[in-house]
Nanobody, 123 residues
């Protein structure tokens, strides 16, 4: 079982900054890709940013230059630094991780989701 605990959401004014964290714990062999997703009311969930185990990153066009994703492999933790926040960034942000765990006598892929944290940006 892999558990993800998110923190750092809240209410911020436009132009401000927030930092989200996602810590993974439990029984797993390795964590490979990690990512942040968001879902605003009435909209589909979208990928905000992703990072591989080697540190390669990708971002949604809407957040490029404002958000930075990073990870601390020693702590199994991922971060999302969000600067120059806009009202349209308001959403529930969820972390997602993919990796390997040992189950049923073999190493198997797993995917886990965090519980989500609300980010609200006021104009």
């Amino acid at each position: 079982q892999v558990q993800l605990v998110e923190s750092g959401g809240g209410l911020e004014q436009a132009g401000g900054s927030l930092r989200l964290s996602c810590a993974a714990s439990g029984s797993f062999f390795s964590i490979n890709a990690m990512g942040w997703y968001r879902q605003a009311p009435g909209k589909e969930r979208e990928l905000v940013a992703g990072i591989t185990s080697s540190g390669s990153t990708n971002y949604a066009d809407s957040v490029k230059g404002r958000f930075t994703i990073s990870r601390d492999n020693a702590k199994n933790t991922m971060y999302l630094q969000m600067n120059k926040l806009k009202p349209e960034d308001t959403a529930v942000y969820s972390c997602n991780v993919e990796g390997l765990h040992y189950s049923g006598g073999a190493y198997r892929n797993f995917q886990a989701w965090g519980q989500g944290t609300q980010v609200t940006v006021s104009s």
